[in-house]
């Protein structure tokens, strides 16, 4: 039972990654042709495996995918809540996976380019609420990083501290 409720789960954001492409899509195509790339990413035979089986790329891919969708729309029009939106979703999209943490200067600085030049103080501040929203998202594993690890941070390098315990926990006196 619980294995059908991660599928459905899964089946679920792949419908979220479908539509998410479409809106990408959308904003550079007319309807009808951005219809192609949301239909390759609906019949694509690694993504239709993902949706089957535990991965981390099951929740990364529609999570980067609705990451770019809204970096995309915070460009065109801007808005308070899209810039939030977008730091969460790019925080929680890299707790899932690290990599994607450059991700969010180069949309901060994207944020700033967006208003024009001279650089306008509406841009910064859509800048400022994608870190600061990103930094709320991700302090507490930050956090627990520190009490349960011994550091301050989303990893510490080599990706294994959550599943070995630290060396001087081992030593004997």
Known sequence: MLFRSVAAVQHALGIVTVLATYGVARMALPPPWALVPA???AVNG???ILEHGIYTEALFIPLVTVGAWLTLHLL???GLGTSVATGMVIA???LTRLVLQPFLGAVMLLAIASGGWPVRRVAVLRAVAVG????VVVTPWAIHNQV???YL???NGIGVSALLPRSEE???E
């Open 170 to 172: 081992h030593t004997s």
């Open 92 to 94: 929680v999209a890299s």
């Open 46 to 48: 690694y993504f239709l």
């Open 76 to 78: 065109r029009t801007g």
């Open 153 to 155: 941070g989303l990893s």
């Open 148 to 150: 349960v690890h011994g």
């Open 39 to 41: 239909f390759a990413m």
């Open 132 to 135: 600061a929203s990103f930094v």
